[in-house]
Structures are given as structure tokens and as C-alpha cells.
């Protein structure tokens, strides 16, 4: 059993600990939270042992009437390997802590690809992260493309990859987030940021990517063109689609016409907190056009990285090989819609 420590307890943190403690060859050593709010409120409620991140904070818990198991330091001892899911640039501050205890550290996707040895992506390069002391997972747009990339690069060959990602303005709890009444450039430079993500996976892609920013919370929505390096038709490319676990390919007959029914879809499934594992691609939606691949995809920002992270803990620990590890992940979330 891998002894997994969880440092951040927010968004991404409470959805890793819940999606480790489902698997069968690991376990939640404890999780480390800044502040006695709703969230170590529920992870005392989960029985996760609670340690506190910053030690002058400790007595915050005790007055809320919150029980600490320690400093975050005994938690990264004692781990076998440690998630870290705190704000961006937060990882990078952690990064002397968990070199002091040897114990091997993941990293999300608001940190910088040069912080660590690999930036990693379950179905693209899990190989490269084995053994690894200190990965990135990548952010939940780099997630989502290179899912829908690998298959299409191992199959036809890529020669260019164009996205336009219309991103939510913030996670529903973001209040402080925006726009509300506004579409923005976002970022206004071309390309955007998440092309050059996507080659920390992909070194040798070409791949040009626009943002934008709209006024919603559930999911970001891509628009994807790929230039494949063989004519290619859109049924051959479903195909290929389905089989891949993390790839739902929307039917028709569903009538899910946006991020908000692919939600209700979601928690009518009784996902937990309607979470969406699985880039969400419309199958009406693929279409070609010579050697040009065409889609439309929702991704969930909150959770498609939560497989990914379970993942990138079998590569770091040498548990288990790709394969293995994406059906073990698949099989005790329940992935595959
Ligand atoms: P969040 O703000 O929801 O959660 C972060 C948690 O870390 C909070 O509970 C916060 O109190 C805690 N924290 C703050 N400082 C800390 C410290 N020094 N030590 C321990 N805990 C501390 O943030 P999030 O959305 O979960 O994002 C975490 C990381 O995941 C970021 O790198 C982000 O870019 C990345 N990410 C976020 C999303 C998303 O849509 N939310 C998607 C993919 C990746």
C-alpha cells in the first residue's frame, strides 16, 4: 500500500485524496490544510488525518475545534509520495520541504515546467515520470488536449495542432472571479500559453493555441483542428476515439447540448460532486476534411487531472506500468461514460 500525503486540500487536493482512497494499492496518510474552513471540516468528517501546513496556524484549528495530527513535516516523512495541490507557485515554495524528507513530490499545473524533472500525462508519457523525485501533472487544458493528441499522433501522425480554448472565468466556488458580463482575449497574445504546456508533453509538436475568457463556471469548451499527416475519415477517427477510456464521446440520441447537461448528465450518474473525468468530445462534432480533424470538447477543469494525479503516483513509485495503472485508476473511479 502507497502512503499518499496531500498538501493543499482545495479543488483539485479534496478530489485526489477521495480518488486515492478508492484505489486498491494506496492510501490517504493524511491531508494538510492553512485554514480551518468548510473543506477541513469535511476531511475530518471523511476521517482524514488533518495536519496543519503552516505552524503558526495551528491553534486556528484548535479554536474552530478541529483536531490536528501534526505539522505538515511528520506528513511528508512519513509518505510514500506527496500530492501537492496548493495555488500556484505555492508547489514551488514546497519543493525544499519534500527534498529534505527524500519523499517524492507531484506538482499541478499552476507551476512552471521548469520546476520539475517531467511534466506528465497518463495516457502520452507516463514512462518518462518512473522513478521521478519531483513531477508536474499538467494543467486540465494540457490534460484535455493531449488526451484527444497521443492517439491521433500514434495513428496518423500530426503535423499542426490549432485550438481556440474558451476557458470558464472561474470554478464555481471562485466568487472573486471574472468576467461576469464580458468575453475577453484571454490571454490578447497569440499564441497563448497552453500550446508551449502541451510541448512539455509533446517536445517535438507543432501546436498554436488562443484563449479566450467567458462568463461561466462549469467547464472550459475547446475547438480543435489537427492537421494530420494522412487523408482520414471522421467514422475511423470515432473509432479510434472509443477506444480510449478517457475520451466519452457524446452520442447524438443523449441531446446534451453544453457544459451544462453534460453536469446534469453527471450528477444524474451520481458522479461524485458531478465530476467529469473524461474530456467530453461531441461525436456529431468530429468531422475531416482531407488530412484536417475537426471537434468540439468540454473539459471538466476541476477534475479531468484527479486520474492523471492517481496515475503519476504508480509512475513515481515504479508500482505499476501504463497500462495497468490507467485501467486500475479507470476500473475503481468508474471511468468510461
Ligand atoms: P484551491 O485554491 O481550490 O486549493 C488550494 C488549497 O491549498 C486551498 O485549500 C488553500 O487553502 C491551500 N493552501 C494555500 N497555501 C497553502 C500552503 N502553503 N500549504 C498547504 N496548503 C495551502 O486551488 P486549486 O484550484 O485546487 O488549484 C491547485 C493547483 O491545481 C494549482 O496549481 C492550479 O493551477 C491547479 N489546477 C487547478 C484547476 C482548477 O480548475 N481548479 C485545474 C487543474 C489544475
Given at each position: 500500500?502507497?502512503?499518499?500525503?496531500?498538501?493543499?486540500?482545495?479543488?483539485?487536493?479534496?478530489?485526489?485524496?477521495?480518488?486515492?482512497?478508492?484505489?486498491?494499492?494506496?492510501?490517504v496518510?493524511?491531508?494538510?490544510?492553512?485554514?480551518?474552513?468548510?473543506?477541513?471540516?469535511?476531511?475530518?468528517?471523511?476521517?482524514?488525518?488533518?495536519?496543519a501546513?503552516?505552524?503558526?496556524?495551528?491553534?486556528?484549528?484548535?479554536?474552530?475545534g478541529?483536531?490536528?495530527?501534526?505539522?505538515?513535516?511528520?506528513?511528508?516523512?512519513?509518505?510514500?509520495?506527496?500530492?501537492?495541490?496548493?495555488?500556484?507557485?505555492?508547489?514551488?515554495?514546497?519543493?525544499?520541504?519534500?527534498?529534505?524528507?527524500?519523499?517524492?513530490?507531484?506538482?499541478?499545473?499552476?507551476?512552471?515546467?521548469?520546476?520539475?524533472?517531467?511534466?506528465?500525462?497518463?495516457?502520452?508519457?507516463?514512462?518518462?515520470?518512473?522513478?521521478a523525485?519531483?513531477?508536474?501533472?499538467?494543467?486540465?487544458?494540457?490534460?484535455?488536449?493531449?488526451?484527444?493528441?497521443?492517439?491521433?499522433?500514434?495513428?496518423?501522425?500530426?503535423?499542426?495542432?490549432?485550438?481556440?480554448?474558451?476557458?470558464r472565468?472561474?470554478?464555481?466556488?471562485?466568487?472573486?472571479?471574472?468576467?461576469?458580463?464580458?468575453?475577453?482575449?484571454?490571454?490578447?497574445?497569440?499564441?497563448?500559453?497552453?500550446?508551449?504546456?502541451?510541448?512539455?508533453i509533446?517536445?517535438d509538436?507543432?501546436?498554436d493555441?488562443?484563449?479566450?475568457?467567458?462568463?461561466?463556471?462549469?467547464?472550459?469548451?475547446?475547438?480543435?483542428?489537427v492537421?494530420?499527416?494522412?487523408?482520414?475519415?471522421a467514422?475511423?477517427?470515432?473509432?479510434?476515439?472509443?477506444?480510449?477510456?478517457?475520451?466519452?464521446?457524446?452520442?447524438?440520441?443523449?441531446n446534451?447540448?453544453g457544459?451544462?447537461?453534460l453536469?446534469?448528465y453527471?450528477?444524474?450518474?451520481?458522479?461524485?460532486?458531478?465530476?467529469l473525468?473524461?474530456?467530453?468530445?461531441?461525436?456529431?462534432?468530429?468531422?475531416?476534411?482531407?488530412?484536417?480533424?475537426?471537434c468540439?470538447?468540454?473539459?471538466?477543469q476541476?477534475?479531468?487531472?484527479v486520474?492523471?494525479?492517481?496515475?503519476?503516483i504508480r509512475?513515481?513509485?515504479?508500482?505499476?506500468?501504463?497500462?495497468?495503472?490507467?485501467?486500475?485508476?479507470?476500473?475503481?473511479?468508474?471511468?468510461?461514460?
Open positions: 500500500m502507497q502512503q499518499v500525503a496531500i498538501n493543499g486540500y482545495g479543488t483539485i487536493g479534496k478530489r485526489v485524496a477521495d480518488a486515492v482512497r478508492q484505489q486498491p494499492d494506496m492510501e496518510l493524511g491531508v494538510a490544510k492553512t485554514r480551518p474552513n468548510f473543506e477541513a471540516e469535511t476531511a475530518i468528517d471523511k476521517g482524514f488525518p488533518l495536519y501546513a503552516v505552524e503558526e496556524r495551528e491553534e486556528l484549528f484548535a479554536e474552530a478541529l483536531e490536528i495530527a501534526g505539522p505538515v513535516e511528520d506528513l511528508v516523512a512519513e509518505a510514500d509520495v506527496v500530492v501537492d495541490a496548493t495555488p500556484s507557485g505555492i508547489g514551488a515554495q514546497n519543493k525544499a520541504l519534500y527534498e529534505e524528507y527524500d519523499t517524492p513530490a507531484l506538482y499541478q499545473g499552476g507551476e512552471d515546467a521548469d520546476l520539475v524533472d517531467v511534466s506528465f500525462n497518463a495516457r502520452s508519457n507516463f514512462e518518462d515520470a518512473v522513478d523525485d519531483h513531477v508536474r501533472v499538467v494543467s486540465c487544458n494540457t490534460t484535455g488536449l493531449s488526451r484527444v493528441i497521443a492517439p491521433l499522433r500514434e495513428e496518423y501522425g500530426v503535423e499542426k495542432v490549432r485550438a481556440t480554448l474558451v476557458r472565468g472561474g470554478d464555481p466556488g471562485q466568487s472573486d472571479r471574472g468576467p461576469i458580463n464580458d468575453i475577453l482575449p484571454n490571454p490578447v497574445t497569440i499564441p497563448s500559453h497552453h500550446g508551449p504546456d502541451v510541448e512539455t509533446f517536445p509538436l507543432d501546436i493555441t488562443l484563449g479566450m475568457k467567458v462568463p461561466a463556471t462549469l467547464m472550459h469548451m475547446h475547438s480543435l483542428n492537421t494530420l499527416e494522412e487523408d482520414v475519415d467514422a475511423e477517427v470515432r473509432d479510434l476515439f472509443a477506444d480510449e477510456s478517457r475520451l466519452f464521446l457524446i452520442p447524438e440520441r443523449m446534451i447540448d457544459s451544462g447537461t453536469k446534469e453527471a450528477l444524474d450518474a451520481g458522479r461524485p460532486r458531478g465530476d473525468w473524461e474530456n467530453c468530445l461531441w461525436a456529431e462534432s468530429i468531422s475531416t476534411e482531407g488530412r484536417d480533424f475537426y468540439f470538447q468540454g473539459i471538466h476541476e477534475s479531468d487531472v486520474p492523471e494525479n492517481v496515475d503519476a509512475a513515481v513509485t515504479g508500482a505499476a506500468d501504463a497500462e495497468e495503472s490507467i485501467a486500475t485508476t479507470d476500473e475503481a473511479l468508474g471511468i468510461g461514460l
